[in-house]
């Protein structure tokens, strides 16, 4: 039986796993609100209860904790952004974050429910009615994907910036479920499934983001957007190479799930950046053609090889 709708805001973890039990028919946790509810108000999300996690202090903070910086899940991007270890050590997430919507955007945009935001398609992220006009797609409830025509697999993207930023710099996740609190390299939440993008379980509540602190890197970050300001990305490219050269190519904007390419700076940049192309699979369901972002992650990973190159 689905509750009556409403609105619940606990004060710590434990509170939160109870409520989402309680809720569990038909419930969405909530940390700034710029994802669901904008989802929410076009008729993607219609989770009968909300449980606003924004008031849970253990998700807070941003700390050095062993060999790693801990950045708490309800950090704002805003806040991190400025984070003068995190503007030094990790420049391409303070990147990242200051990339990600509009100075107004970032004061309520957490980091936690920024690498989970939905995958986004040109052909999704429209009105009721749009959707209803055109006739519904697989990702809602529909029967084909109207990008490619296909009845088998959706291609809605992957639009985080922050979570390319962190798997470039080897992220891990922490979240807690009623079993226990358990910790996974970032990349590996991610299906591939356009239509449930993550494998994390419904009641999983994001505690916190590990950078680890024992390697220095060089890192480069672009993004591909119509304008500078309240665009989505259509191709996001973060880099890093660590002391020995070790290289990792993340990609968002792309594919559904991250497009992760590993070797070291002084392989052939042709190689990685075929790789890259080929592993991304891109459809053309964003306001830029199939075409055209795949011949720009050619141009991004070019420049980053010349930018951590010179940074030698
Ligand atoms: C105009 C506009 C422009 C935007 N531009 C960008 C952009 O350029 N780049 C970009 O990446 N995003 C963009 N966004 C999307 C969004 O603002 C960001 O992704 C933001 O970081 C989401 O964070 P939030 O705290 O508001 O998430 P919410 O909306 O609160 O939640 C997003 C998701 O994360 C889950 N969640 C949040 N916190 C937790 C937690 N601790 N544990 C478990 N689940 C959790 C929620 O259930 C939900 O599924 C934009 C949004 C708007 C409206
Ligand atoms: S990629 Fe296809 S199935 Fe997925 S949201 Fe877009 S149109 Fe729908």
């Not at 009721?128 to 088998?152: F, H, M, P, S």
């Not at 070291?264 to 190689?271: A, G, K, M, Q």
């Not at 306001?287 to 010179?310: F, H």
Request: glycine share 6%.
């Amino acid at each position: 039986m689905i509750l009556q709708k409403h609105y619940l805001q606990p004060l710590t973890v434990d509170e939160a796993s109870t409520m989402a039990e309680k809720n569990k028919e038909s419930f969405k946790f909530i940390a700034g609100g710029t994802d669901v509810i904008v989802n929410k108000n076009q008729g993607n999300e219609n989770a009968a209860c909300l449980i606003d996690l924004s008031k849970i202090e253990a998700l807070k903070g941003i700390a050095q904790t062993g060999n790693f910086l801990r950045i708490g899940a309800l950090e704002k991007l805003a806040v991190l952004a400025k984070n003068p270890l995190i503007e030094k050590q990790f420049s391409v997430l303070a990147e990242a974050a200051l990339s990600v919507g509009s100075p107004l955007i970032r004061l309520s945009a957490t980091i936690g429910g920024n690498v989970l935001c939905e995958n986004r398609c040109l052909y999704y992220n429209q009105s009721e009615w749009w959707r209803e006009a055109v006739g519904y797609c697989l990702k809602c409830d529909g029967d084909i994907c109207i990008a490619t025509q296909g009845k088998n697999a959706c291609f809605s993207e992957l639009v985080s910036d922050t979570a390319p930023a962190l798997i470039a710099l080897n992220a891990q996740l922490t979240y807690s479920t009623r079993e226990g609190t358990h910790t996974l390299p970032l990349e590996s939440i991610y299906t591939g499934d356009g239509v449930t993008p993550r494998n994390l379980e419904k009641n999983a509540i994001v505690q916190a983001l590990l950078i680890p602190t024992d390697k220095t890197y060089r890192t480069f970050f672009a993004k591909l957007r119509e304008r500078e300001s309240l665009e989505f990305t259509s191709l996001t490219c973060c880099m890093s190479a660590d002391e020995n050269d070790q290289l990792r190519i993340v990609l968002s904007g792309v594919d559904p799930k991250p497009v992760v390419v590993t070797g070291n700076l002084n392989d052939d940049p042709e190689i990685l950046i075929t790789k890259a192309v080929k592993s991304a699979r891109t459809v053309d369901n964003d306001m830029y053609t199939r075409k055209y972002r795949r011949e720009m992650i050619r141009v991004y990973i070019s420049r980053g090889y010349k930018k951590l190159k010179n940074a030698l």
